[in-house]
């Protein structure tokens, strides 16, 4: 049993960290109830942790190479916790807000360093195997999420999500601490002004597209965020040109293939999990099911994907990883324009078919995600080139829950337009949860709600359909199979370890 004690205590952080960013979509009507929060609050409590581990993973697996991955790692698990606990003690929207930023800091150390560790921790075989359960628990993490988030909010309440972090995070610092050894590479460099750069053009550009929403594309703060994100991002591009051990290495943009695939990995997950926040909203504010409930009507998409990645590795050896990739997008796409079926007179069943075809794209897509772009850059690149994909699907989140929710709370605008005197207002209150009082005020209104409910759905899945299609045919017609060459560093799923300047430590006991 002490043999996989390292695989234990790696898997229990990545399920934590993984299961916090579906968890939070069943909760958010009730947190917006329970904290009188805005639509655009909701978008950062999602965006926020999804937006801190995007920007901070690269810097992050920096850090983890040159200081210690088991130190990342344990230092990592600790503020996560901290800001669980900060999370589910937050006694304002702000506060909450703050407390996401922060665990998806903690979140970005613990995903830098996981792979790592389990690469340092077992060799021939028993590698495999830990792997195999890890890239499972990883996968689980994703269909628990929801039913979790549903359990917990129904049973206790939203900030229980929030508070079962706190003892997982323990046993996982002390096991950590006792069995995993410790390694580094000194002659590693941390790019900090690029991880500067990056990060303010991340944040800057995501508050510009939700800030579009709600204060209008012209407005001060859209404008003043998407200038900040330009000159962010060009001084990022200058530094990385000039860093002789840069974060991000821009030459492999020149790669037709990986840029492709960085696109496909936005796409991916922003039109995969983007939608689910809204979906969450309607189903238990209009619809009127509960948390549990809510979660349930996901698992068509969790299930799907779980079963379908656990089948890729068997019935797709040999074939080239774009067309997994490629079709998987397809996939998605197909799923998400199933589900703009959704009408003012539907329930929860007209979402089943599309979340199932769905999942079974990213099913296909995400396990061969990275190997795809491993293969599509040089050999001594293969670390960054995966912890860029990481980076890139995190970053698909943070903007696909931006831009989704401007166009979903546009809609509901304009669709109440004909029908409400004030419709910014009423929209304003559908979109953060509030259907029920706001129909206990106004039933004249209950058709008008579910046909602006039905409207803005179906706009952002058909936004996700359509970019997952045009993802999917980018992919399978620019990317194509590398020759590979022998090589000293070994990739493992999302990094790399060189092998010939590694420094080790025991555990302690």
Not at 370 to 382: G, K
Request: proline residues 5%; glycine residues 12%; contains cysteine.
């Amino acid at each position: 049993m002490r043999k996989w004690s390292p695989l234990v205590a790696v898997s229990l952080g990545t399920f934590m960290l993984l299961v916090d960013v579906t968890i939070v979509n069943v909760a958010l009507p009730s947190m917006a109830l329970a904290l009188d929060t805005s639509f655009t609050a909701l978008q950062w409590v999602i965006d926020g942790y999804s937006l801190a581990l995007a920007a901070l993973l690269l810097v992050a697996g920096a850090c983890a190479d040159r200081y210690g991955r088991r130190a990342a790692y344990v230092g990592g698990v600790a503020l996560f916790a901290l800001a669980s606990l900060a999370c589910g003690l937050a006694p304002s929207p702000e506060a909450l807000v703050a407390a996401r930023l922060v665990q998806g800091i903690g979140a970005a150390a613990m995903f830098a360093a996981t792979t790592a560790l389990l690469q340092s921790s077992y060799t021939g075989r028993d590698r495999g195997t830990a792997f195999g359960v890890w890239g499972a628990v990883s996968g689980a993490s994703a269909a628990a999420g929801p039913i979790l988030g549903g359990l917990l909010t129904e049973g206790v309440n939203w900030r229980a999500i929030f508070l079962v972090n706190i003892p997982v995070a323990v046993v996982t610092v002390v096991l950590t601490w006792k069995v995993v050894p410790e390694t580094r590479n000194p002659a590693g460099r941390v790019d900090w002004a690029g991880g500067a750069a990056f990060t303010v053009a991340a944040a800057a550009l995501t508050y510009a597209l939700i800030a579009g929403g709600e204060h209008g594309w012209s407005g001060p703060r859209t404008v003043s965020g998407l200038a900040i994100a330009a000159v962010a991002l060009l001084g990022f591009v200058a530094v990385e040109r000039k860093q002789a051990h840069p974060l991000l290495d821009l030459r492999l943009f020149r790669s037709a293939s990986f840029t492709a695939l960085m696109i496909a990995a936005v796409v991916l997950q922003g039109a995969a999990f983007g939608p689910l926040a809204y979906v969450s909203v309607w189903l238990q504010s209009l619809l009127g099911l509960g948390p549990v409930d809510a979660g349930l009507v996901v698992l068509p998409l969790c299930v799907a994907s779980f079963v379908v990645s656990a089948a890729v590795g068997r019935l797709l050896h040999g074939i080239s990883p774009r067309m997994p990739v490629g079709v998987g997008l397809l996939f998605i796409g197909a799923g998400a324009l199933l589900m703009t079926l959704v009408g003012p007179g539907s329930g929860w069943g007209a979402l089943v078919p599309g979340l199932a075809v769905a999942g079974v794209g990213v099913g296909l897509a995400t396990p061969v995600l990275v190997s795809a772009t491993l293969a599509a850059v040089p050999h001594e690149r293969a670390g960054m080139a995966g912890a860029a994909v990481n980076t890139f699907r995190q970053l698909g989140m943070a903007l696909g829950i931006a831009v989704l929710g401007t166009l979903f709370s546009g809609r509901l605008e304009d669709s109440l337009h004909a029908t409400v005197t004030d419709a910014h207002a009423t929209a304003a209150g559908l979109s953060r949860g509030a259907a029920q009082s706001i129909l206990a005020h106004a039933p004249q209104l209950n058709e008008a709600a579910h046909r602006a409910f039905a409207d803005g759905l179906d706009l952002i899945f058909l936004g996700s359909g359509v970019a997952a299609l045009l993802g999917g045919v980018l992919v399978l017609a620019v990317v194509r199979p590398a020759a590979r060459n022998p090589q000293t560093t070994v990739p493992v799923d999302n990094f790399s370890i060189d092998q010939t300047r590694e420094v080790h430590s025991s555990p302690t006991h």
